[in-house]
Nanobody, 125 residues
Framework: QLQLVESGGGLVQPGGSLRLSCAASGFTLDYYAVGWFRQAPGKEREGVSCISSSGGNTNYADSVKGRFTISRDNAKNTVYLQMNSLQPEDTAVYYC??????????????????WGRGTQFTVSS
């Protein structure tokens, strides 16, 4: 069974850091582009960051540029999202998604085939 499982959520203070993980099981992530998306209460899901299968291409939403870093460790079949300088507006459920058909990567959700169930984190003092 193909699965993506996010982890690393929780509560963090403004200005703090957190690292989310997206682990794949049942398939090898090596050939998949992976995207991170988030959905805050009352808002639409938005693309946060993505990384191509090779890791050579990454993209970030303007709201997280300079604060978030996406990376992948194919040996561990895992993609990470390092988040620094967190702000209350970063509070959301974060999802990872994978696509085998993308040459690079994209923040467009419909381009992804497999989705995790999400992990919640809250930025609050």
């Amino acid at each position: 069974q193909l699965q993506l499982v996010e982890s690393g959520g929780g509560l963090v203070q403004p200005g703090g850091s957190l690292r989310l993980s997206c682990a794949a099981s049942g398939f090898t992530l090596d050939y998949y582009a992976v995207g991170w998306f988030r959905q805050a209460p009352g808002k639409e899901r938005e693309g946060v960051s993505c990384i191509s299968s090779s890791g050579g291409n990454t993209n970030y939403a303007d709201s997280v540029k300079g604060r978030f870093t996406i990376s992948r460790d194919n040996a561990k079949n895992t993609v990470y999202l390092q988040m620094n300088s967190l702000q209350p507006e970063d509070t959301a459920v974060y999802y990872c998604a994978a696509s085998a058909s993308l040459l690079g990567c994209t923040g467009v959700a419909v381009k992804y085939d497999y989705w995790g169930r999400g992990t919640q984190f809250t930025v609050s003092s």
